[in-house]
C-alpha cells in the first residue's frame, strides 16, 4: 500500500510539473522555437525515437559511462584498500589523491582531448576520473573504521594477508562501497554529459550542443528529459542493488 500510495505521489508531481511548464509556455510570449510547451516536446520526440537518433544517442552515453565506471572500480576500490591497511602508504598517496579530487573532471578536458583525441576515448578518461577519486576515498575510509578486533581475530586464525582482504576487510566495506558506488554513478552521468558536449560526436550531450546550434530547443529538451530519466534509473539500479547486499550481508552477520 505505501509503494502505491509513493508511486502516485511522484506520477502527481510529474502532473504538476507538466501543468506548470505548459501554463508557462503559454503566458510568457516567447515562441516555441525559444521555450518549447510539453506537446511539442512530445511530438519531437516520437520524431526521434522514429528515426532512431535517440536511441543511438542513449547507447553512446551509457557506453562510455559503463565503460569508465567498471574502470574506476578496478582501480579505485583495490587502491583504496591498499590505502586502509598500509598506513606509511597511505601516507605518501593520500595527499595527492586529495590535492586531485577537487579538480573538477571538466577541467581536464583539455589534456584529455590533447592525449585521447576525438571520440570515446576521452569521454571514458573523464568518466574515470569523476568516479576514480571518490571512490578511492570511500574505500579508504571504510577500511580505515573496521573494528580492529576483526583484524585480531584473523591474527589469531593465521589468515594470510589475502585471506584477511576476502574474509574480513571486503565483507565489512561492502555496506559502505555500496552507498559510495550509488553517488558516484550520479556523478559519473553528469560528467558524461558535458563531456560529450566537447569530445566526441555522438551520445545526449552531444545532441545537445547540436540541437542548440540547430537552433532546435524542443530536441534540447527532450534530450534533457532522458537524462533525468535515466539518471533515475541508475539511482533506482543501485539502490536496489545496495538493499540486496544488505539483505545477502545480514544472514551472515
Known amino acids: 500500500m505505501m509503494r502505491k500510495n509513493f508511486l502516485l505521489l511522484s506520477s502527481l ?20 522555437n525559444v521555450f518549447p510547451g510539453p506537446l511539442k516536446v512530445l511530438a519531437s520526440m516520437v520524431e526521434l525515437v522514429a528515426d532512431g537518433s535517440l536511441f543511438k544517442h542513449t547507447v553512446a552515453s551509457l557506453f562510455r559511462v559503463t565503460i569508465g565506471f567498471y574502470l574506476a572500480i578496478l582501480f579505485g576500490i583495490p587502491l583504496g584498500i591498499v590505502l586502509g591497511r598500509i598506513q606509511s602508504l597511505a601516507v605518501v598517496i593520500n595527499p595527492l589523491i586529495h590535492f586531485l579530487r577537487p579538480i573538477s573532471p571538466l577541467a581536464w578536458i583539455p589534456l584529455a582531448m590533447l592525449w585521447f ?32 578486533i576483526y583484524f585480531q581475530v584473523a591474527a589469531n586464525f593465521n589468515f594470510t594477508r589475502r585471506e584477511t582482504v576476502t574474509k574480513v576487510v571486503i565483507p565489512a566495506i561492502i555496506p559502505s562501497i555500496a552507498t559510495a ?6 556523478i559519473a552521468w553528469l560528467v558524461v554529459v558535458a563531456a560529450e558536449m566537447i569530445a566526441v560526436q555522438s551520445g545526449l550531450g552531444y545532441l545537445i550542443l547540436d540541437s542548440r546550434n540547430a537552433l532546435r530547443m ?4 527532450v534530450s534533457m528529459i532522458v537524462i533525468g530519466f535515466i539518471g533515475l534509473l541508475l539511482d533506482y539500479i543501485m539502490r536496489k542493488l545496495g538493499e540486496i547486499e544488505h539483505a545477502v550481508w545480514g544472514k551472515f552477520t
Open 13 to 32: 508531481s510529474f502532473l504538476i510539473l507538466l501543468v506548470l511548464w505548459e501554463i508557462f509556455t503559454r503566458l510568457s510570449g516567447w515562441s516555441e
Open 117 to 148: 583525441g576525438i571520440g570515446d576515448q576521452p569521454a571514458i578518461f573523464l568518466i574515470f576520473l569523476s568516479s576514480f577519486f571518490p571512490l578511492t576515498v570511500a574505500t579508504t575510509i571504510a577500511v580505515g573504521d573496521i573494528n580492529p
Open 181 to 186: 558506488l550509488r553517488l558516484t554513478i550520479t
Open 218 to 221: 524542443d530536441y534540447v529538451i
